[in-house]
């Protein structure tokens, strides 16, 4: 598809578990972001890459998060210890330099 | 911190008519507006921008104006159409940094 694409589109799991959230950009966009929206609120910058290194990573909340992006396109979000509090919906947005951003549908993550 | 404010949590309007949806900033660094706007279960989708050398914008039946000295924007939708039923974020940007700080969101419901 010619938009970002983000996989699981819903996972469920429980208090204490590992998990991985998948993003693929837009083909050709160097700048990739992770934000996670809650209920009622805006989306929330989490991490900014730009190529394969992150750029800004100043909205991670703690050490359980953790994302990576080794070739320069798809990116993991990594979430160790999964807490009820990272109930969001996790949205990643690519972009070709510019200040828009292109977002993905979001992976909505319930922890129980 | 939230610096970026839409204090509006809804806005219904009749078909036809003009929806007005206001945001206000605290960072004066901020440089870049946009708004984005989002249907359920689907990612935000870029609408239109401005940037600080300009007050106002203005794409189709989309028009927004900034005023710097009040820290404020605003969209402008008209007239509006049952398809405009979404919420609407209100986003910006510092320059040389371009991850976007997000408002909370304004839910605009357009009556037939």
């Known amino acids: 598809g010619a938009g970002v694409s983000q996989t699981p589109s819903n996972k469920v799991t429980e208090k204490g578990k590992y998990v991985e959230l998948r993003c693929d950009p837009i083909s050709g966009h160097t700048a990739l972001y992770w934000y996670r929206q809650s209920l009622g609120q805006g989306p929330e910058f989490l991490i900014y890459f730009q190529g394969t290194g992150a750029a800004d990573d100043s909205g991670l909340p703690n050490d359980r998060f953790f994302a990576v992006r080794p070739e320069g396109s798809v990116s993991t979000l990594k979430i160790q210890r999964t807490e009820r509090g990272d109930s969001a919906v996790y949205l990643c947005a690519s972009s070709p330099g510019s200040r828009e951003l292109f977002f993905g549908e979001g992976s909505r993550l319930t922890v129980l | 911190d939230q610096q970026v404010k839409q204090n509006s949590p809804s806005l219904s309007v009749q078909e036809g008519r003009i929806s007005i949806l206001n945001c206000d900033y605290t960072?004066?660094?901020?440089?870049?507006f946009l708004w984005y706007k989002k249907y359920p279960a689907e990612g935000p989708t870029f609408l239109i921008s401005?940037?600080?050398?300009?007050d106002k914008n203005e794409d189709g039946r989309f028009t927004v104006f900034l005023n710097k000295s009040a820290k404020h924007l605003s969209l402008h939708i008209v007239p509006s159409q049952p398809g405009d039923s979404a919420v609407y974020f209100c986003a910006a940007s510092a320059r040389g940094d371009y991850k976007l700080s997000f408002g909370a969101g304004t839910t605009v419901t357009v009556r037939a």
């Open positions: 960072n004066s660094m901020f440089d870049y």
């Open positions: 401005i940037s600080s050398i300009k």
